[in-house]
């Protein structure tokens, strides 16, 4: 398989813990998107990367959040002392950045839920 | 990005076409019409997207009005895997490779 992949699919974690999950982006793909889903939501922006440079950060993504992608590659997002407002769907989406239409791919996500 | 609105949730007879509309009355000239839909516990999926001009391909077809401030995602032959929620959002196609930023889409069910 070929497409954005996701893990782990699910965690349950309980309030205070540190998660991360972990994004492999199709392989040719230069750009990185990291989203959030709440229940009946449609997702909101996170972050982006353009290869391993961390170029955007919304508001959302507050100082207990974080996003590295070391090597252009793979991405991971940590959240450290999760709260039960955490509880979501973390979805990433890779892109091939060029002047025309750039879509983007989205991975199945991971569903996060704080106990 | 301009703003879209779509109606909350329309239903079609499988086997029928589907016509999602979408409003964007504040596009600029350098935005570009796209759609994605998102079926239940998977992530979006892209399906088409448009500047001025209609535009086809296997999945479905866009149609933009020549003022350009609404469109119609047009899903030929609705089967029941079509039943999701379908996003119109309307950004800048650049190299500066900015967010997606959705709206609360409509969600299409699609009936036998």
């Known amino acids: 398989d070929t497409g954005v992949s996701q893990n782990p699919r699910h965690k349950i974690t309980k309030r205070g813990q540190n998660v991360t999950f972990r994004c492999d982006p199709i392989?040719?793909?230069?750009?990185l998107y990291w989203y959030r889903q709440t229940l009946g939501q449609g997702p909101e922006f996170l972050t982006y990367?353009?290869?391993?440079?961390?170029?955007?950060k919304s508001r959302l993504l507050s100082d207990r959040f974080s996003a590295e992608r070391p090597k252009g590659s793979f991405s991971t997002l940590e959240i450290q002392r999760t709260e039960q407002g955490d509880s979501a769907m973390y979805l990433c989406a890779s892109s091939l950045g060029s002047s025309g239409g750039n879509e983007q791919f989205f991975g199945p996500g991971t569903r996060l839920t704080v106990l | 990005d301009a703003k879209t609105t779509q109606p909350p949730s329309m239903d079609c007879a499988e086997g029928r076409a589907a016509n999602l509309p979408c409003n964007h009355s504040?596009?600029?000239?350098?935005?570009?019409v796209y759609w994605y839909r998102q079926i239940h516990s998977q992530g979006p999926q892209y399906i088409i997207h448009?500047?001025?001009n209609n535009e086809t391909n296997e999945m479905a077809s866009l149609i933009i009005t020549e003022d350009r401030k609404s469109s119609t995602l047009i899903l030929p032959h609705a089967t029941l895997r079509d039943t999701a929620v379908y996003y119109c959002i309307v950004r800048v196609a650049s190299n500066a490779g900015n967010m997606l930023t959705f709206g609360g889409g409509t969600r299409l069910m699609v009936k036998p």
């Open positions: 392989s040719e793909h230069n750009r």
């Open positions: 990367f353009q290869n391993e440079a961390q170029l955007e």
């Open positions: 504040t596009i600029s000239g350098n935005e570009y």
């Open positions: 448009g500047l001025k």
